[in-house]
Nanobody, 120 residues
């Protein structure tokens, strides 16, 4: 059974950085596509970054150049490095993996989320 646990969220000031982690079990992340989604109250859910099996990555325009998604296959952990954070980045961030679809969709396996709050 796939289990994902996110960590690393918190409160930072605008311009700051955070690194989110997603520890996976029940699936080898090296074999599957993974993604980070975010959901803020009153806003549409957004897939902010995807990591493909061939090592390529994709980003939403809203975070391009500021966020970096990466995998540590040895630790079976997915990361999201977030730099130059803005108040509009405030949201609950979720790690998602799909055993078939690439990129993953919201209804794939996901963790419980970690909250990111950016103050101006």
């Amino acid at each position: 059974q796939v289990h994902l646990v996110e960590s690393g969220g918190g409160s930072v000031q605008a311009g700051g950085s955070l690194r989110l982690s997603c520890a996976a079990s029940g699936a080898a992340i090296s074999r599957h596509c993974m993604a980070w989604f975010r959901q803020a109250p009153g806003k549409e859910r957004e897939r902010v970054a995807s990591a493909y099996k061939d090592g390529s990555t994709r980003y939403a325009d809203s975070v391009k150049g500021r966020f970096t998604i990466s995998k540590d296959n040895a630790k079976n952990t997915l990361y999201l490095q977030m730099n130059s954070l803005k108040p509009e980045d405030s949201a609950m961030y979720y790690c998602v993996v799909d055993l078939v679809l690439c990129p993953p969709i919201w209804y794939s396996h996901r963790g419980q989320g970690t909250q990111v709050t950016v103050s101006s």
